[in-house]
């Protein structure tokens, strides 16, 4: 017991793989994509701070680098079938919310409890910080989608997250980090060359002009 089975479950999550139960190239650990959400955080939270607004880079870090630790508890259940409804999306968040809390009940000295309460819960809010965090996730799971089908990997899934993804990315495009993935990334990922280049291209621009209208 202690914060040694804290530390202990950190290697765990190198081991929990990403959509499971379906053909990749290439295999996403929980671990890899926390570093990863953490690093394209870490840029979006640059193009704001730029545009003038106040990042707490504090909050921004632990959230990105915290916010998938709950599936130590449930695994990784694929995308479109979390996000199916809303009230299976909330079930979820409570499962993972309550196993969290009896992890850290259980497991941390008492006066660090509440620090750890705080900082493993659901890190995506109405803070700039927590959009943040939504727009990153929602960028890694593009690119892990868009290796995949770069690929041409033939399970369909792949398209769907892709568009998922892209989509929820698009909620946010009032952000000045989203207009500048937009406008300057978004586009450099769609002109390299590929065997599915011409519909992930078509796929885009239609999500985005529905989106505009």
């Not at 890190?123 to 939504?134: A, F, M, P, Q, V």
């Amino acid at each position: 017991m202690g914060v040694h089975q804290y530390f202990k479950s950190l290697s765990d999550l190198e081991l929990i793989i990403r959509c499971p139960g379906k053909f990749k190239f290439q295999e996403h650990s929980v671990a890899s994509h926390s570093f990863k959400v953490t690093k394209i955080a870490q840029f979006l939270g640059t193009v704001e701070e730029e545009s003038g607004q106040n990042v707490n880079w504090k909050s921004l870090y632990e959230k990105a680098l915290n916010h998938d630790y709950a599936e130590l508890f449930t695994g990784d259940i694929k995308t479109p079938v979390k996000y199916a409804s809303k009230e299976l999306k909330k079930l979820f968040g409570e499962v993972e919310e309550e196993m969290t809390r009896s992890f850290i009940e259980k497991e941390f000295p008492t006066e660090f409890q509440a620090i750890y309460l705080e900082r493993l819960k659901e890190g995506k809010d109405e803070t700039l910080e927590g959009r943040i965090l939504s727009v990153a996730d929602k960028v890694d799971l593009l690119y892990e989608s868009f290796g995949e089908i770069q690929k041409d990997n033939p399970e369909p899934l792949f398209i769907e997250i892709y568009e998922e993804a892209l989509r929820t990315i698009l909620i946010y495009q009032d952000m000045n980090c989203v207009e500048y993935f937009l406008k300057h990334i978004l586009t450099d990922m769609l002109s390299e060359r590929f065997t599915e280049h011409d519909e992930l291209t078509g796929i885009t621009v239609r999500i985005i002009e529905e989106r505009g209208n």
